[in-house]
């Protein structure tokens, strides 16, 4: 279910007790949110006349005809009390994100916020691996969008990596394509949370590892591994390699 945002208002009185004092009087509103950051806002600008961001501890009274509420942090401390109170529930509240398409359990709205792609009704998360774009595909199995990335080509895989692994898909195309620098072994691709990279078939005796960044492979270097153009430009898949600016054109 949503979190929920509790919302009150009314003429109060708000007193901010920590490094100074101070009380201001007026007619405000004053949110809690799902965190328990505490904003009292006024009529005039956007910033709050007070605020207390994630305490410790927060206590809200009330009788019906007013409302007190009190949030603890450390030695700081905000009350608001209302002399009249006007309103007072609580709402259901989600994040905001851009939206990517359709959750197929619930057909909640799927947005992509913080690097993830999330469901607002069902709350159901998928992380994303980095440099991935979500796109309008829609995966024949089981109906969450599917995503574009680049691991030496373009990618288009499953939102969720357990329906349509992205080692899988990298593994079938760049598994033992390069050899090893170090050895006379090849590359397998191997996995970790998240990410792909790849690792000399001879380890634990040869420790040679590289990460496949995200981008698509153009060219080969005189080393013999590929050259890749990622978003900070072109460079071979050896940060290290003193050869890497003499990549083969072509």
Not at 77 to 92: D, S, Y
Not at 140 to 154: F, Q
Not at 211 to 240: K, M, N, Y
């Amino acid at each position: 279910m949503p979190e929920r945002l509790r919302v009150f208002a009314g003429d109060c009185r708000v007193t901010e007790r920590g490094d100074r004092s101070r009380t201001h009087r007026g007619r405000v509103v004053v949110l809690i949110k799902p965190d328990d950051t505490t904003l009292v806002h006024d009529a005039d600008g956007y910033q709050p006349v007070a605020w207390l961001t994630r305490p410790d501890s927060v206590v809200v009274e009330g009788d019906g005809d007013g409302f007190s509420i009190t949030a603890r942090d450390g030695a700081r401390r905000l009350r608001v009390v209302a002399e009249e109170a006007t309103a007072g529930r609580a709402l259901p509240v989600t994040e905001a994100g851009l939206p990517v398409g359709t959750c197929p359990d619930d057909g909640g709205v799927l947005v992509r916020s913080r690097g993830d792609v999330a469901c607002l009704d069902c709350e159901s998360r998928w992380g994303l691996p980095a440099g991935a774009s979500v796109t309008d595909g829609v995966c024949d199995d089981c109906g969450l969008p599917k995503i574009r990335i680049e691991r030496g080509e373009p990618f288009h895989l499953c939102l969720d990596p357990t329906c349509d692994p992205m080692e899988d898909a990298v593994s079938d195309r760049f598994d033992r394509v390069w050899g090893c620098p170090d050895c006379e072994g090849d590359l397998t691709v191997q996995s970790a949370p998240g990410r792909v990279y790849l690792a000399c078939e001879n380890r634990p005796a040869c420790e040679t590892t590289f990460s496949i960044p995200s981008g698509v492979v153009v060219d080969e270097c005189d080393c013999g591994l590929p050259v890749f153009e990622t978003a900070a430009g072109r460079g071979c898949l050896d940060g290290s390699c003193e050869r890497e600016g003499h990549a083969a054109s072509g």
